[in-house]
C-alpha cells in the first residue's frame, strides 16, 4: 500500500505540470486554472491509472489534453459567434436619435398635468378600457376622454414643435397676464 501511494504521488508532479501549463498557455493564470482542470479530470479517472505506468506521463498526458479540449471548445466558440455576426445586420442605425426622442417624450409626458398623466398612463400604459380607467379615477368617462384628448393633443404638438415647454403651452393663451413665449 505505501508503494501504491508513493507511485500517485500528485503533489511531487505540481511543478512540472505548471511548466507544461506556462509553456502551453503562455499565461500564468491560464496555466495554473488548467492545471487545475487537468487534476481534477485525473482524480475523477484515479481508477484508470495502472500502477506500472508512469504517474508523470500521465497527468502530463491529461494536461495536454485539457489544453487540446480547451482550444476547441474557444474554436468551436469563435465559429459560433462569427457565424452569428454574418447573420446579424452589417448597418444599424445609430440609437442616439431615438434616446433622445424617447427622452424628449418622457419629458413631456412628465410636464403634462396630473389628471391628464394619470388617465393617458391607465390607459396608454396599463391597456384599461376607458371605463376602468374612468371608474380607477372616479370620474364621469367623458372627462377622462377630454383629459385624453388634451394629453394627446400636447404630445402630438411635441411631434410637431420639438420642444416640451412649447408644446405644453402651444394653444393654451395666458388671460389676465403677459404671454412671454409670444415676444
Request: proline share 2%; net charge neutral.
Amino acid at each position: 500500500m505505501t508503494d501504491n501511494k508513493a507511485r500517485f504521488d500528485v503533489m511531487g508532479q505540481l511543478p512540472a505540470l505548471r511548466r507544461y501549463g506556462l509553456a502551453l498557455t503562455r499565461n500564468a493564470a491560464d496555466a495554473e486554472d488548467l492545471v487545475n482542470e487537468a487534476l481534477l479530470r485525473a482524480y475523477e479517472k484515479r481508477a484508470g491509472f495502472r500502477s506500472d505506468k508512469n504517474l508523470r506521463v500521465w497527468l502530463l498526458s491529461i494536461l495536454h489534453n485539457c489544453f487540446i479540449d480547451g482550444k476547441r471548445r474557444e474554436r468551436a466558440e469563435h465559429n459560433k459567434l462569427a457565424g452569428a455576426a454574418e447573420l446579424a445586420e452589417s448597418h444599424a442605425a445609430p440609437a442616439q436619435e431615438h434616446a433622445v426622442h424617447l427622452a424628449q417624450v418622457r419629458q413631456a409626458f412628465l410636464t403634462l398635468p396630473e389628471e391628464q398623466r394619470a388617465a393617458l398612463h391607465l390607459v396608454a400604459i396599463e391597456g384599461l378600457s376607458y371605463q376602468e380607467a374612468a371608474a380607477t379615477l372616479a370620474i364621469p368617462i367623458g372627462t377622462l376622454m377630454s383629459r385624453l384628448g388634451r394629453a394627446r393633443a400636447a404630445l402630438r404638438a411635441l411631434e410637431d414643435t420639438g420642444d416640451a415647454q412649447t408644446a405644453r403651452l402651444g394653444h393654451l393663451r395666458i388671460v389676465g397676464g403677459t404671454d412671454d413665449t409670444a415676444g
